[in-house]
């Protein structure tokens, strides 16, 4: 059976003096989230679970909430969900 050719790459021992990738771990500063995004975050979810319980509770004795009627339900859950998408943004 033939043998394999060796090259001259190949038959090179690994010395210690070539550079290797440094293993000590780096923080990477993202910033982080400002205060207002959090404050707008909360707060449109606290206000729109807040309208649904008013609209729950007390729909029928505010004239704003009778009138809107089922759009109370859009509006609280608008609400809701908006505050939901931005925790996408959060860091």
Not at 2 to 11: C, G, H, M, S
């Amino acid at each position: 059976m033939p043998k394999a050719k060796v090259t001259k790459d190949a038959a090179r021992p690994v010395s210690s003096t070539t550079t290797s990738a440094s293993r000590t771990p780096v923080k990477i500063n993202t910033g982080g989230t400002p205060a207002w995004y959090k404050a707008i975050m909360f707060g449109l979810m606290i206000l729109g679970l807040a309208w649904l319980i008013v609209f729950y509770v007390a729909g029928d004795q505010i004239p704003l909430l009778s009138e809107l009627g089922p759009w109370n339900y859009a509006i609280g859950f608008a609400g809701l969900i908006a505050g939901l998408l931005m925790t996408m943004g959060w860091r």
